[in-house]
Each structure stands twice: as structure tokens, then as C-alpha cells.
């Protein structure tokens, strides 16, 4: 019986210690994506020409908010964001602010000179990472 004990806590201390890796590995990844979207985002403010290219450094909305500036719309889609608290709106609301989100990096993309179809490809998560990489740091 003692035995028992000791490899039921053995499992369970393996399965905190895998969870525990795997938590570490997200977080690396993750760190390591906010850094490269806000370099990447902040190479494109520059290349935008606005006043304040370090809003890219706000975590989760810092590349809206430089995608926003620079495609030069309105603010209103911004109001699509309370749909987010209300559980039957939330749905709607997130399907409307994400075509926005198209169309703002869609006329961000033109404004530096790159085709704006690149911002169809935001829905294939990866190409999305690479075009804003490629749009930030080639060469006009």
C-alpha cells in the first residue's frame, strides 16, 4: 500500500512538472511573438510616418491601434469592442471587428506601398506573422 502512494504521488508530480514545461515553452513563445508583432509593428509606423510609433508596445491592441492610425479611418469601429461584454452581441461583434481589423491593415498595407490583398492573409495565422514581417523590414 505505502508503495501505491508513492507512485500516485509520482504521477502527479510528473503531470505538474509537464504542465509547468509546457506553461514555460507558451510563454517563451508567447513573449517572443509580442516582441517580434511590436518591432514589426513599429517598423511600420515608421514607414507610416506617424507621430508616436511606440503605441505598438501596448500589449494585445498596440498593432491595431498603429494599423488604425495608419490606414486613417474613423474611431467608431473602436465602440465595436463593448459588443464584447454583452454574451448575445459578443459574437457579432467580434465578426465585425474583425473584418475591420482587415480593412484597416488592409489600407495600412497601401499606405506603405505594399499590395493590401496581404491583409486577406491574416485569416492563415502564420502567412499573417510573415507579411507583417515582410511589409515591415523590406525594402521599398
Not at 507512485?7 to 506553461?23: D, E, H, R, S, Y
Not at 490606414?71 to 469592442?81: G, R
Request: without cysteine; glycine residues 8%.
Amino acid at each position: 500500500m505505502a508503495g501505491e502512494e508513492v507512485l500516485a504521488g509520482g504521477a502527479i508530480a510528473g503531470l505538474i512538472a509537464l504542465f509547468a514545461a509546457f506553461a514555460f515553452i507558451f510563454v517563451i513563445i508567447f513573449v517572443g511573438l509580442y516582441i517580434y508583432m511590436a518591432l514589426a509593428y513599429k517598423a511600420i509606423a515608421k514607414k507610416a510616418k506617424l507621430s508616436n510609433p511606440n503605441l505598438s508596445w501596448i500589449p494585445l491592441v498596440g498593432p491595431l491601434i498603429i494599423a488604425f492610425q495608419a490606414s486613417k479611418m474613423h474611431w467608431w469601429p473602436w465602440l465595436l469592442l463593448i459588443g464584447y461584454v454583452i454574451p448575445v452581441v459578443n459574437v457579432v461583434a467580434q465578426i465585425a471587428f474583425a473584418v475591420f481589423v482587415i480593412i484597416w491593415h488592409w489600407k495600412m498595407f497601401e499606405r506603405i506601398k505594399r499590395p493590401g490583398w496581404w491583409a486577406v492573409l491574416f485569416i492563415i495565422p502564420i502567412v499573417g506573422l510573415i507579411m507583417v514581417g515582410i511589409a515591415a523590414w523590406s525594402k521599398d
